[in-house]
C-alpha cells in the first residue's frame, strides 16, 4: 500500500465506482478519502492506522486489495468519527468523503 493525492472526481457521501486508472488494466482497488471536515483525521483499514487525512485535504491509499474491508477515521483524540464496511471487487475504489468530525 502505497500513498498518493487524490485524483478523482468524489461526489458527497460515500461512493464505489469502477477504479480509474491511466492503466485500463489496472486491478487494484484504492482507498480515496476527502476530508471536508474542521479537524485532521487519521484512516484505519481493518484495524491498522493507514492514511493521515489533514483537515481540508485529500490522499489515496493505493491497493487496499479486494474483498470486504472496515475503515475508520479517527480525530486527533482517538474518537471514532466514521466506520464504513465495504466490499470491494478487484479494480473497484472506494471514494470517501468525510464532512464532520
Given amino acids: 500500500m502505497s500513498l498518493r493525492p ?4 468524489v461526489l458527497a457521501g460515500v461512493v464505489l465506482l469502477p477504479a ?3 492503466d485500463p488494466a489496472d486491478d ?3 482507498l480515496a478519502v476527502v476530508n471536508d471536515s474542521a479537524c485532521d483525521l487519521v484512516v ?4 491498522r492506522e493507514a492514511l493521515p487525512v489533514p483537515a481540508g485535504s485529500d490522499a489515496t ?3 487496499i486489495g479486494s474483498g470486504r474491508h472496515v475503515v475508520e477515521a479517527l480525530d486527533r483524540r482517538g474518537r ?3 466506520r464504513r464496511s465495504v466490499e470491494l471487487a478487484a ?5 470517501w468523503t468525510l464532512d464532520d468530525c
Fill in 91 to 95: 479494480g473497484e475504489d472506494f471514494y
Fill in 20 to 22: 480509474c486508472s491511466d
Fill in 61 to 63: 491509499l493505493d491497493d
Fill in 44 to 47: 484505519y483499514v481493518d484495524g
Fill in 80 to 82: 471514532l468519527v466514521e
Fill in 6 to 9: 487524490a485524483a478523482a472526481l
Fill in 28 to 30: 487494484e482497488s484504492d
